[in-house]
């Protein structure tokens, strides 16, 4: 028993990266206090909150964090084995609840890697799925998502959201 836990303690040893070997990124304080209901809080980090895509401090300060947190994963013997199990696991095809709108049938569907899920539409339950909106299509990167879909009650007409240009993107950008 004894040697079964060397073992495993010489394993743990050598497959992981000592934390010393991290050379953390400095995060500057400011001194923000807040107060509320009359007591005052310090919130040294406030400037963190400011939306990174309009802070160049912020952008900055999380490019230094991506930084040291991909070399030290990057690092890892096990990385690429892991990934590639996860992705394994993940990869298979994923349906959503079927619902039905006027005649119509509706269902999202992913094939198992894909970003978004997509929404098919059936003329019958027999019929052939066809394409209704694919969210995939609408960036480079495939990350802007579908944010809602809304059908009237016969099923003629559709209304569906994605998030602002000016936060992730949205159809054609």
Same mark, same amino acid.
């Given at each position: ?61 999380? *490019?230094?964090? $991506?930084?040291?947190? =991909? %070399?030290?994963?990057? !690092?890892?013997?096990? @990385?690429?084995?892991?990934? &590639?199990?996860?992705? *394994?696991?993940? $990869?298979?095809?994923? =349906? %959503?609840?079927?619902? !039905?709108?006027?005649? @119509?049938?509706?269902?999202? &569907? ?64």
């Amino acid at each position: 028993m004894r040697r079964l836990f060397l073992l495993a303690g010489l394993l743990t040893m050598t497959t992981t990266l000592p934390a010393a070997d991290i050379d953390y990124v400095k995060t500057r304080r400011t001194d923000h206090v807040d107060t509320h209901h009359g007591t005052k809080v310090p919130d040294p980090y406030r400037w963190l909150e400011d939306d990174v895509r309009k802070s160049k401090d912020v952008a900055g300060w999380v *490019e230094a964090q $991506n930084q040291v947190t =991909f %070399g030290y994963l990057e !690092k890892l013997p096990q @990385r690429e084995t892991v990934r &590639k199990r996860i992705e *394994e696991l993940w $990869n298979y095809e994923k =349906f %959503g609840t079927p619902f !039905k709108r006027g005649g @119509r049938y509706y269902f999202y &569907k992913n094939n198992g890697l894909q970003n978004q899920s997509v929404l098919h539409r059936l003329d019958s339950l027999d019929g052939k799925p066809e394409v209704l909106i694919d969210p995939n299509t609408w960036s480079k990167d495939g990350t802007v998502a579908l944010a809602g879909t809304s059908f009237s009650d016969d099923g003629r007409h559709m209304a569906y959201g994605w998030p602002r240009p000016d936060q992730t993107g949205g159809p054609g950008t």
